[in-house]
């Protein structure tokens, strides 16, 4: 199937044509149909697999039919929800990119900034809206915004938008908009609250599914390295200057790990920041927009808030925490190696994080190399003691002292 086959506008087509895409992907093809006869969807959909052309195509194809002329009155007359402002962004310049032939004006709004210039743009009309649930609900209630002329609705992200509390939010939003509109629902995961969701605010929809990806870019080189889990921090840095690591992703799990790896870092000279939860908006753009212009030479991530990151030629990924969850090694993989580029994918394993590295290897299939030339690699000290006949308490302390003494004063003259 090609994009032709879609009886799409002359318009939208350019636009497509003018990217170089000529085939849409397994989900597109499935969910444009569907959206330009006027379904409502459900669209269980990962990231990277073009989710967001799946309905921004569409969409603009049946708005043009709409509001083709300049002449029209500016509504709002859809409405995209989406859990974070990195999304909410890449979404706007998606609209922007397959709308440039025709008359729809869109605005992108969220909180953490001034709502002034977005009240300005309200003001002087839009056809499509982008916002985050919050800064959506409070310029509605001020009065800035209507969306009693709405045609569709979009939940995007449902699934983080239930992981960071907005739930409740979204199902206010539902019920501000007309009972007649479109809605589309997407989700990279289907949890029970998900579902319950579609079935109580969606009609007689449809269900599309793309199957989760399992495979990583074919030119990603991956690189595994079996370490301590208190060693992690030095054995970054280790690498960071041995290998003269640049624009460098790295993934941790928590946002209290994130942070700590930075101040690691920044300790030791390297130019490090963090984006999480825990930031505001705006921090979260600009550590984002300073790496991007190479400002600052390593990026340290959660998985959520690294959802909607875009970034061309990015040459290392590296997960300083492994997934417990196999997908997300892909997702997380994927960021680097796109557009025929080459990459290089580290991972750490600490002693109690191998279930989920045979987990990821099960599942991708990937020939990592492991790399046992460093300065940290897992202890047999423990495994050692208990094996043999047990000690002498007179001298265990004393023998365990001596060792600890030797071993720290080995990784003082290695690991920097």
């Known amino acids: 199937m090609s994009f032709s086959d879609l009886n799409l506008l002359q318009n939208v087509q350019h636009a497509i044509a003018d990217e170089g895409y000529t085939n849409p992907t397994p989900i597109q093809q499935q969910a444009i149909p569907i959206i330009l006869e006027g379904t409502d969807l459900v669209g269980c959909a990962q990231t990277g697999t073009g989710k967001t052309a799946a309905f921004a195509i569409p969409i603009l194809n049946n708005l043009h039919r709409i509001v083709g002329s300049l002449s ?69 209630k001020q009065g800035f915004i209507d969306l009693d002329h709405l045609h569709f609705l979009v939940l995007d992200e449902a699934d983080q938008m ?27 995961t289907m949890p029970m609250a998900i579902r319950e969701l579609a079935d109580t605010f969606l009609t007689k929809a449809k269900y599309v599914s793309v199957d989760p990806v399992s495979s990583t870019a074919e030119k ?140 990821i290897q099960k599942l991708t299939r990937i020939n990592a190399k492991i790399i046992t030339d460093h300065p940290f690699p897992w202890s047999t000290e423990v495994k050692e003691v208990t094996e043999t006949a047990k000690p002498d308490r007179r001298n265990t302390k004393k023998t365990d002292n001596s060792r600890k003494s030797a071993a720290s004063k080995k990784n003082k003259k290695r690991w920097y």
């Not at 992981?163 to 629902?185: A, E, S």
């Not at 300083?320 to 796109?338: C, K, M, Q, S, W």
């Open 72 to 140: 029209k009155r500016k509504l709002v007359r859809a409405l995209i929800v989406t859990p974070t402002r990195e999304l909410a962004i890449q979404i706007g310049e998606s609209i922007d990119t397959y709308g440039k032939y025709t008359n729809i004006r869109q605005l992108t709004i969220f909180g953490g900034v001034s709502q002034v210039p977005q009240v300005d743009q309200l003001k002087k009309g839009i056809d499509i809206l982008i916002a985050t649930p919050g800064r959506l609900l409070d310029l509605h």
């Open 162 to 188: 239930l992981d960071m509390g907005f739930i409740n939010d979204v199902k206010k939003i539902i019920k501000l908009t007309p009972t007649n509109r479109q809605t589309l629902l997407f989700s990279a």
């Open 220 to 359: 990603v080189v991956h690189k595994v390295y079996f370490v301590e889990k208190e060693d992690k921090r030095k054995l970054l840095y280790h690498i960071i200057r041995n290998e003269s690591l640049n624009n460098l992703l790295v993934f941790t799990r928590t946002k209290h790990g994130a942070d700590n790896v930075v101040k690691f870092l920044k300790k030791h000279g390297v130019s490090a920041e963090a984006i999480h939860g825990d930031k505001s908006q705006n921090a979260r753009q600009r550590v984002l927009d300073q790496f991007k212009a190479k400002e600052i030479s390593v990026l340290v991530a959660t998985d959520i808030a690294a959802r909607g990151i875009d970034i061309e030629l990015l040459p290392f990924v590296l997960n300083f925490d492994l997934p417990n969850i196999p997908e997300t090694y892909v997702h997380r993989i994927g960021r680097t190696a796109r557009a025929g580029n080459e990459g290089i994918a580290y991972s750490f394993c600490g002693k109690d994080e191998e279930p989920y590295w045979k987990d």
